[in-house]
């Protein structure tokens, strides 16, 4: 079976439908949608009650959104090197991949029967499972789906899953966004929502890179953070406490302008307003912009000087929201016997407040 056939019905659920889209859908589209009242109110509509997050019976839709042969942009990509800092290459950096992908996952979330607002999520984590190098030009089809819906004791958490497919079915990465619904009470139990399809399991299980490798569906370590889409901000899951963190000796300092987020958000669409100035982030609760969690984490990974013409997995957590302007220190840390480098970045003590971190990223490489 290749990956994208529905394969729900082994679990005894209905078969995964599959809503083939004609294009890649705009960021600013996706967000009007999210806008929208009727988006809003159709969000709601669970029994959980205001906010959606509630004890109710909120199920996630059993839909895959797909989008075939999309070509990767030189042009797209070679900006995108060069705004995290690093020269342009034939090879893709995975944040590219994301970027590809992460409007389709989210015009999946702004259907009206999605259960949750769009713009009250906070990303988590994200994982990358990258089978083979990806080349500027390439054709590739991509896949949304969401799944995996589970209490947390700040809401719910639930998984939005980005295949990334060659054209003859190949699986070449998987991207795993894991998302915080805030508030209400949290159930003991919640059904897992949609699963990928078998096909896209067995397949990135079986490739060039090691089982031990793939994709779980609790993808990384449990952590916490405002990310792309968050209009609310959350600063531990329970894992991760501000008191725990003790930072390493850094080995550099970000300094990040205003126009931080405006740049990323010209390179790769994504013009969530709590990104773009201060103006725009206060009407969504926060005191200024913050940047997108994605660049600070495309940035680490190429600061950590990846070889990505190999297998490799990048695991990303955030712990806290980047406000802009701003300065992050950072710190990286190679172990060449185990194929990882690993970058933190955090806040530094200022007068009575400790230092804050704000994200982990470690990159594996597979396969060696």
Not at 61 to 72: A, C
Not at 90 to 118: E, I, T
Not at 148 to 168: C, M, N, Q, Y
Request: hydrophobic fraction near 40%; charged fraction near 25%; proline fraction near 8%.
């Amino acid at each position: 079976m290749r990956a994208g056939q529905g394969a729900a019905a082994h679990a005894g659920r209905a078969p995964e439908q599959v809503k083939d889209l004609s294009d890649v859908p705009s960021f600013p589209a996706i967000y009007a949608a999210a806008l929208d009242p009727r988006s809003r109110l159709g969000g709601r509509r669970g029994k959980g009650g205001e906010g959606g997050a509630g004890g109710g019976a909120e199920t996630l839709p059993n839909i895959t959104y797909r989008v075939r042969k999309v070509r990767i942009d030189a042009e797209r990509a070679r900006d995108f090197d060069h705004l995290m800092g690093g020269p342009a290459t034939d090879l893709v950096h995975p944040g590219v991949l994301h970027v590809l992908a992460f409007p389709v996952s989210l015009a999946l979330m702004a259907r009206r029967d999605f259960p949750f607002p769009l713009l009250g999520l906070v990303h988590l984590r994200n994982q990358v499972l990258q089978h083979r190098p990806v080349k500027v030009g390439d054709l590739v089809d991509v896949e949304c789906r969401v799944r995996d819906l589970r209490p947390h004791r700040k809401g719910r958490t639930f998984e939005a899953v980005s295949t990334i497919l060659g054209e003859d079915g190949e699986i070449i990465a998987t991207d795993v966004s894991t998302y915080l619904v805030k508030g209400g009470k949290p159930a003991a139990a919640e059904p897992s929502g949609t699963a990928p399809s078998s096909a896209a399991s067995s397949s990135a299980a079986s490739s060039s890179a090691p089982s031990s490798g793939a994709v779980p569906s609790g993808a990384a370590s449990s952590a916490a953070s405002a990310g792309e889409t968050g209009a609310d901000a959350a600063t531990s899951d329970g894992g991760r406490s501000r008191r725990d963190f003790e930072p390493p000796q850094p080995t550099g300092r970000w300094v990040l302008g205003a126009d931080t987020g405006r740049r990323y958000g010209a390179v790769s669409g994504d013009v969530n307003p709590i990104h773009l100035s201060a103006v725009t982030a206060k009407a969504f609760g926060f005191p200024s912009a913050i940047a997108h969690g994605m660049y600070t984490a495309s940035r680490a990974f190429t600061e950590a000087r990846v070889d990505l013409s190999k297998p490799l997995r990048w695991d990303v957590t955030f712990d806290a929201p980047v406000t802009l302007p701003g300065s992050v220190l950072v710190a990286f840390e190679d172990d060449p016997s185990a194929g990882t480098a690993r970058c933190v970045g955090w806040k530094p003590a200022r007068g009575e407040k400790g230092p804050r971190r704000c994200f982990e990223v470690e990159v594996t490489t597979l396969g060696r």
